[in-house]
């Protein structure tokens, strides 16, 4: 019942929010190999059929997709600046490409793909991102799959199993903690100051 | 010379992109005890003096003061989304109160405190954020410091000593990457694949 509540709520905020921006972003704080943070902007690509899963996009190459291998554990941070709200979202990221056996999550990144601007899908056929280019951009100049073809090999899906949401609104002075410490359990509300 | 163009088209970027919003925040990731990581919204405060080193403010009591004394590391992400860029900001963190030896610190926590609204300013006085309330609310309803006033104990501001910027223009597709491995060294400037 309350993860029900949490998400409907981070859904609404997302709807009275996106008149700045079509893609509402969170950023996903990860931990490196070395154990300091890390931290960057992803689009939120909705939830996982009717789970309280989030899913958001990003490129196999990644830095970012190497981290959640090593340590699965994130906190996603959504703020929402015309309602002011913040959501904040822990738990375990996994990450879906071509190959993943579950049909939905195939769906879901196909949908996800279709919807990405020209420019966004180039990138997933072009050089590994934040690396420091060894051949010239030309070589990447090759055909951008379409919004309608199967994704590009980079292109995944990352699915968090939220845990715990910590939401605040700050024009009421109200915050909340959602938890489910397993899976299986029901999620549990705990009110508590600002 | 690097450091000082990463850090004037911040401030550039920052007043290209307030009209949705009067504070400019920014997500703060930090590493539990846990190992686990934590990311949560900050008001961007500046920078302190003529440095690169970036100011936020924060809450003594909070976790996030609890975190950054445990390990100092964390990485802040500032996404504009009127100009679409972000920039990551990697450093370590320190906490600066009342007892600070730091003249400039000082003042420039006075300064901070002075330009938050009433309703901020009462939180500082309130319970500790983030806790499950055990003294009904109406127990910290005592005077709040003005904006003239000392400001609260538990009212510090963050300093993150930034070691690198990985600065990201999504409307050019172009990033570059601002290292320093050492205070005393000069910044160097990598232009990267986006």
Chains 1, 2 share one sequence.
Request: net charge negative; with cysteine.
């Amino acid at each position: 019942m309350s993860g029900v509540q949490w998400r409907g709520r981070l859904l609404e905020s997302v709807s009275k929010n996106n008149n700045y921006d079509k893609i509402p972003y969170m950023q996903l704080a990860t931990v490196r190999g070395d154990g300091r943070p890390a931290n960057r902007s992803v689009a939120f690509q909705g939830f996982h059929g009717g789970t309280t899963g989030v899913l958001f996009q990003t490129d196999s190459r990644s830095p970012k997709a190497a981290e959640i291998s090593l340590s699965s554990w994130v906190e996603a941070c959504m703020y929402l600046p015309d309602t002011q709200e913040q959501f904040r979202l822990h738990g375990q990221a996994s990450l879906h490409g071509a190959d993943t056996p579950n049909d939905l999550l195939r769906q879901e990144r196909c949908r996800a793909w279709a919807g990405l601007p020209h420019e966004i899908r180039e990138w997933f056929s072009g050089p590994p991102p934040s690396q420091i280019p060894k051949s010239p951009p030309e070589a990447f100049h090759h055909a951008v799959p379409g919004p309608k073809d199967s994704p590009a090999d980079s292109f995944v899906l990352g699915l968090i199993d939220v845990m715990s949401v910590d939401y605040l609104d700050l024009q009421q002075g109200r915050r909340q903690l959602f938890t489910r410490p397993h899976p299986d359990e029901r999620w549990s509300l705990t009110e508590t100051c600002a």
